[in-house]
């Protein structure tokens, strides 16, 4: 239990890091790298959840996909004059407020509704064989927005080319 | 999955299939594409709208994919309007598409989608769904709105609605995950009845092997989620504080996209917010209805106040629909049947008089929209008096003048404001119809009453163009006319749409 | 019936559409072939009518399961002369402007927004129920917009045309929350379901009630339209129209709809006194306020804007008093006169070449005669003398004031007594400026001076005849007629229980004869201050002998009137009426709502800075305040 | 055990570091990265919510929102690119060329 325990704080260390660097970084190639490092640390996290499929997914798809794709964007266009900028804007004050509010709110309400949440002890029936119970959810309830899912990836790509590309 | 499950989805199917034709045409012929396009998208519209009415009377169906769909007539009397709304931006944009050489084919595939995408907005009786909807209309629009990839406003207007756009989709996301914790659902009927048992669905259903793990559905989580997802909506329909997107993407998006935004995308959201709202959360009324009040209010002082200032014609009518997302909104917060049916009329209302006026504006815009400034419209009552008049006959609906639309469009949302006893709404809202009508006068006063200033050249005005304006004066006389069969329809749909909360009915 | 409104609605749109291609000779046949045609068809319903009420049901509008409207037109007697009234002076006046337009551009346009107008006045009027009374009434708050505009380029012309329908429109408001409340309180809106309804209803004494708050806020609607205070100030700015156009909407019909409303809506006033009382007293103030502006004016046309504004005032009275009918019949008396008046200023002008400066008129008399002669009989139909049109229906109003049972009621009628008089001093001083005395024109102007076209004069003749003989069918018991017109339009009108006490007709007669004296008074006054003394004043270039006295005296009077009348009026009228009250508090009120809009949508204008982190900022700080709400909601 | 408050409040301040992000970036491909982090924040909160609720609804939904969020990325870097072709800058305090 103790290790459990241990490989959360160790994750959720992992996590906040990297999302702090992540915003705090000026190279933006930083960033990414940092942005990798929270994804890694969050399917980290799923796995501790029991859910084994949507940490691989969390993998391949985002670090393995999501980040390159940010990486091809960032050596594209030049970011050089953008690194030397500063990169915070004037005010930073009045949005640090904003931001600490929002920290404070859902705080509050989380803190709120602790009482309604507890883990019990682990392991229940239906998170057993995790990806296939997804597969089976997917292609039986789920069948409609799965299929839907993909008119949506086709909407992305028509998209992508008719921005990025050079002459239609 | 049953047949009558594709049944139900056969609209949607149609228009992706439309949409998926319209975009391979141009691989295997290169001439006439062009042409083709168009009248292909009509077709599919044209056939999506069949496979609503054949599915007639929409009142018995039943859930379909395990209650991930609900076609009933609330969402029938939405699709419709999508496809009628689809279908007049495809047929005024055919002349903005050729003058400024965009690409055909997929402007109308990702038209086609969009619409499919509000329309599986529209009839989506789960979480999951209405957010894979809301995802393809909005990638649809995200491109549309920056088309002209050569214009730097139009790409920077898709980038901040696509920026903006994704930001509030994750507050979205996050109300939705909350509410998934509060209430263990995504269904919204299931939602409704965890929050009316105040015992989420888990509980409920626990098998016996299975030790009930979760009490009581905490109410503060209810109400962070409902607070994240009003960000949402709000967001989408383009209501105050979170507005603020809306004039500078309605300005630098093509004309015909911004009537397409301001009158589908608008009405898609709307549907959403309602159905969410009026379905799911209609237990925690009394929490959010203050919301609504407060941002109705705002919507309509905004944005008119704001809509004074303007010069450019396209922003003027962003801040106004701003104003007009107010005024669904105060019917809105009515919350009642009579509300939800005042709110559909309105939209319907709005679409044809909005869609009308984008189209004067687009055509008149020229190439490039380089006549999109008030004052571009001095002498236009002199120079092409059709087009004028047409011009002036959307605004007045706009401001609410008696026999058009938008006369009774307002009526019933007052009406239905005061009947839930919203007295100073109502009677705010009123002024601000008022002072609304201070801006549509002016371009009224800039056609018929200044000299024109230079020559602006108006070109003629070609069949598909004339029946969009056509078409959509006719029916904004007609609603303001004899506004029963569509106020009954929506009646009707608002009353379906909660009757079943009355008896718990899944 | 439908054909009423429906003849100049067809002959709005030919002449829309296609008027642009006809020669104005075919332009004005279509106009005034649709008119006299509507007219001829209201004279034959009218008579047809008797003392009957007819309700004609055309197809439903709006079929509800608990709402439900329809098309249809209701004449009554009330209806009937109102649309006697539209459509005849709105015949002679078409006819009118065939000379009185000819040589402007557009004039197809001109006739189209007139016909136009016609038959959403028509609809108005005949409407039987609220809401296509509504739909009359945004209409011809429309009209009467676009052809205060009519003359685009003139700058103030256009900005004219916006506020009279900004202004109205603030009337309108409360009109429209009216009509809602309305439906709400008696789940209709057809006037046979709402007046039974209503005649039911306990009287409202205290005034806390449903029908005092609907008889307030209908008042509003007939404030703003009928341009009394605190929202008249459109009208003086509208006369910036064409003059027919003034004639025709901002004296006879249009600004009259405010009263034929309260008219219609007696069922539901007489339930609701304190509205009543409100009603009077705004009429009251409103008529003398708007005298007392009258006087100094030097505009030909605003002065008859004020005059209007007053008369409406007097017609409001009368309403707030419970004497309908009285209010009806002046208000039909005062369409004859007060269009008139404004033609016959358009004929002047016409004269003059254009010049509205009655300080620049003066001895028109022989130039001019038909337009003088015609101008004289309205003017003596304005003071009220014996026998014209107005002597009967002024004093029916007087007499109706003096014995009402209304709180206040000889105070009001003290009040309206002085208007009469100040009424007969400025309409006295108009008409000795304009066509008596020297020439004061340039010479330029002066020598071409004309006589205005037959076309432009016979109506003007028919307006004088009517003038004179239009009371007559009001002719007071009293004096040994029977007041047919009353007594047919009773079936209506609802009048207060007891509201009148039963007066003596030495009393009446006595009443009758205080008023003709404060009139004659009032021209003499006018006489003397404006005619008299500018001619002692030629004298005393001429003549050079004797004149030291002459002048003294002359001085000498003066300074008693000064004394005694023109300083407290000039001060009274100009400095803190005309400047504070009118300039400085209702200009400013509007100044000050145009600046605080326009630094609010600054402030606006800044938050949409066009950078999207701050636009971000914007959206985390609405997500912000939710949440905060939700925080206090849940706790 | 760590209690699901923990992950809750975990997800949050990750979401809260999205935002700060968003709010306080100036290059256009960082904010953009924020939103990501925001959206690993929601997906945060479902996997631990299903997994108290032993509800797979939640996991699900996490595979469609990284389903969204893929197409939101190829979609807001092509937008990326066509803005850089006009502007030639990343700098989102530049792209300001529509207010008022």
Redo the contacts between chains.
Sequence with gaps: MVLHDFFFYILAAIILGGGILTITRRNAVHSAIFLVMTLIGVAGLFLHLQAEFLAAVQVFLYVGGITVLFLFVIMLVNLDEAAKQRQFNRQWGLALGCVLLLVAEVGYFLYQGRDSFSFAESSGVLLQNNTQAIAMSLYGDYLLPFEIASLLLLVAIIGAVVMAKKQI | MQTSDLIRILPEIILAVAGIVVMLLGAFQKQNAGRMHPAIALLGLLGAAGAIAYQYPWRSLDPAFGGMLELDAFSAFFHILFFLVAALVVLSSSEYVAQERLASGEYHALLLFATMGMGLMASSNDLIMIFIGLEISSLASYILVGFRRGVATSSESSLKYFLLGSFATAFLLYGIALMFGATGATNLTEIHLALQAEQNTVTAMASPQLTPLVGPVPTALVGLSIALLFVGFAFKVSAVPFQIWTPDVYQGAPTPVTAFLSTGSKAAAFAVFLRVFMVALEGSAQDWVWLLWVSGLLSMVLGNLAALLQTNIKRMLAYSSIAHAGYILVAFTAHSEEGVAAVMFYLAAYALMNIGAFAVVSHFGNRGERYVEMEHYAGLGYRAPLLAASMTVFLLSLIGIPLTGGFFGKFYIFRAALHADLVWLTVLGVLNSAIAAYYYLRVIVFMYMHPAAEQIPVERVRPAMGFVLIFSMAATFLLGIFPQAVLDFASQAAALLLENLGNGVL | MWLIPILPLLGAALNGLWGKRLPLRGIAAIAVGAVACSFLLALIACLSLGDATRMEVYF?????ADFQVDFNLYLDPLSAVMSLIVTGVGLLIHIYSIGYMSGEKGVHRFFAYMNLFLFFMLTLVLAGNY?LL??GW??VG?CS??LI?YY??REDA?DA??KA??VT??G??GF??GL??L??TFGSLDYLVIFPEAAQFPVDSDGSGTLTLIGLLLLAGAVGKSAQIPLYVWLPDAMLGPTPVSALIHAATMVTAGVYIIARSSPIYVQAPEALMVVAVIGCITALYAATIGILQTDIKRILAYSTISQLGYMVMACGVGAFGAAVFHLMTHAFFKALLFLGAGSVIHAMGGEQDIRKMGGLRKKIPVTFWTFLFASLALIGAFPFAGFFSKDEILWRTFTSSTGGGRLLWVLALLTAGLTAVYIGRLVFLTFFGESRADPEVASHIHESPKVMTIPLIVLAVLSLIGGWIGWPRFLGGSNHFERWLEPALAAPAAAHAAGEESLEFLLMGLSLAVAALGVYIAYYLFLKRREAADRLAQASGGIYRLLLNKYYVDEIYRFLFVKPLVMGSTEVLWKTLDVGAIDGAVNLAART??S???A??K?????????????????????????T??? | MVPLSYYLILAAILFVIGVAGFLFKRNIVTIFMSVELMLNAVNLTFVSLSYSLRQLDGQIFVFFVMVVAAAEATIGLAIIITVFRNRESLNVDRIDLMKL
């Design positions: 439903p509008w709006i079929a509800g809401l509504l739909v945004e209409g429309l917009y676009l505009g685009f380029r256009a045309g916006k329908f900004i429109r603030l309108d408001l429209l929350i809602i409340l439906y709400t809009t326009r609010l949508g600054n606006l204008r938050i949409q800075s066009g950078n999207i982190r701050s636009y971000a900022g914007w959206v985390v700080l609405g997500a912000l305040l939710l949440i905060g709400f939700m925080v909601a849940a706790s």
